[in-house]
């Protein structure tokens, strides 16, 4: 079981940056054994895949709105995840959300890009 707490949300003028980070208590194994995202859902819409990353960050992936603007990475020595955002735009403005998936198949999570496990969400918004 894991457990997760995102922060590092707020509000942030278009091409303004900001970094979200988000903590992982894997109770009976360690942070290492997951793989860890974020998705987000902007307002009215359905939740996206963002960003994703392996066990012990040697492999990444983005969706293709954030590439080159955003970067995913982890310390599992802290227990944490962290995305830096730059180049904020509007459509940006979305609840941020960590997801965790226990094992290292890397390939068989690219198919699905699927968590079992959420934070709470962090708030995103940026003006124009």
């Known amino acids: 079981q894991v457990f997760l707490v995102e922060s590092g949300g707020g509000l942030v003028q278009a091409g303004g940056s900001l970094r979200l980070a988000c903590s992982v208590a894997?109770?009976?194994?360690?942070?290492?054994?997951?793989?860890l995202g974020w998705y987000r859902q902007p307002p009215g819409k359905e939740r996206e895949f963002v960003a994703g990353?392996?066990?012990?960050?040697?492999?990444?992936e983005y969706a293709d709105s954030v590439k080159g603007r955003f970067a995913i990475s982890r310390d599992n020595r802290r227990d944490m995840m962290y995305l830096q955002m730059n180049d904020l735009k509007p459509e940006d403005t979305a609840v941020y959300y960590c997801?965790?998936?226990?094992?290292?198949?890397?390939?068989?999570?690219?198919?699905?890009?699927?968590?079992?496990?959420w934070g709470q969400g962090t708030q995103v918004t940026v003006s124009s």
């Open positions: 894997a109770h009976t194994s360690t942070s290492s054994n997951y793989i």
């Open positions: 997801g965790a998936r226990e094992g290292s198949d890397w390939e068989s999570w690219q198919r699905n890009k699927a968590f079992g496990s």
């Open positions: 990353i392996s066990g012990l960050g040697y492999y990444t």
